[in-house]
């Protein structure tokens, strides 16, 4: 597709892909920054997770990663695959000792809703009828 045969992305649907992308954007790297600075008490809500604490900072560093891929407009794509799996392995790691998982699967939703309003390449892919 040439740029002038790819549809373009209204102003408006722009920013609100925009937001959709930034808000799970900085809450990963937030929850990446607890991995890093590991405040006092974190054990215990890491170890019922069957983490352990040496593990966090690489943990932090590959969610880390996967966003910054995603915030590169050219990866961008890419990265939001590397999130959803980053999502994904949350999801199960809280599904598998009964906690709530909700969370990370709405953040991997909004990673998507956001790259779509953006990517006009993506709409051929998921076509939503009018």
Not at 27 to 45: C, D, H, R, T, Y
Not at 52 to 67: I, P, Y
Not at 110 to 122: F, Q, T
Request: proline share 8%; with cysteine; glycine share 10%.
């Amino acid at each position: 597709m040439t740029d002038e045969t790819k549809p373009a992305v209204s102003r408006g649907m722009w920013w609100t892909g925009f937001v959709f992308s930034l808000l799970p954007a900085l809450f990963m790297l937030f929850s990446a920054s607890g991995k890093f600075l590991q405040p006092e008490g974190m054990e215990v809500n890491v170890e019922p997770l069957g983490w352990r604490m040496e593990q966090m900072t690489l943990l932090g560093v590959v969610e880390t990663l996967c966003v910054i891929i995603y915030l590169i407009p050219p990866t961008t794509v890419l990265g939001a695959v590397l999130v959803t799996a980053y999502l994904g392995g949350a999801t199960a790691t809280h599904a598998r000792i009964g906690q709530p998982f909700f969370f990370p699967v709405i953040v991997g939703i909004m990673v998507w809703i956001g790259l779509y309003l953006r990517e006009p390449r993506l709409w051929s892919l998921a076509p939503i009828r009018k």
